[in-house]
Nanobody
Framework: QVMPMESGGGLAEVGGSLRLSCTVPRSVKVNGMGWYRQAPGKQRELVATISLGGRLNYADSVKGRFTISRDVAENTVYLQMNSLAPEDTAVYYC???????????????WGQGTHVTVSL
């Protein structure tokens, strides 16, 4: 099983910035990668995704503030979060779409989550 490794969460002030990172071993063939978040008492929601070809998709709530990018060679995806607001407080999860390899079918896998807290 492949477990994405996340880093970069923590505490930020309103209007501040944080950068999240998520990586899987370079030996893993990856299609899309993305970030989701789950606030207390709410369902997990999409934040941003990036395809292997670089196609981007953002939730309306983060457009213009968050930027997703990836290093294909390093199998790493980043989420630069600027102009943070209290409603961005959540556990952020990395999602990786692992491609089929040999006889093994492709599958999706989640990181363990990293906490982001935005305070006044």
């Amino acid at each position: 099983q492949v477990m994405p490794m996340e880093s970069g969460g923590g505490l930020a002030e309103v209007g501040g910035s944080l950068r999240l990172s998520c990586t899987v071993p370079r030996s893993v063939k990856v299609n899309g990668m993305g970030w989701y978040r789950q606030a207390p008492g709410k369902q997990r929601e999409l934040v941003a995704t990036i395809s292997l070809g670089g196609r981007l998709n953002y939730a309306d709530s983060v457009k213009g503030r968050f930027t997703i990018s990836r290093d294909v060679a390093e199998n790493t995806v980043y989420l630069q979060m600027n102009s943070l607001a209290p409603e961005d407080t959540a556990v952020y999860y990395c999602y990786v779409d692992v491609a089929a390899m040999g006889d093994t079918a492709g599958f999706g896998t989640w990181g363990q989550g990293t906490h982001v807290t935005v305070s006044l």
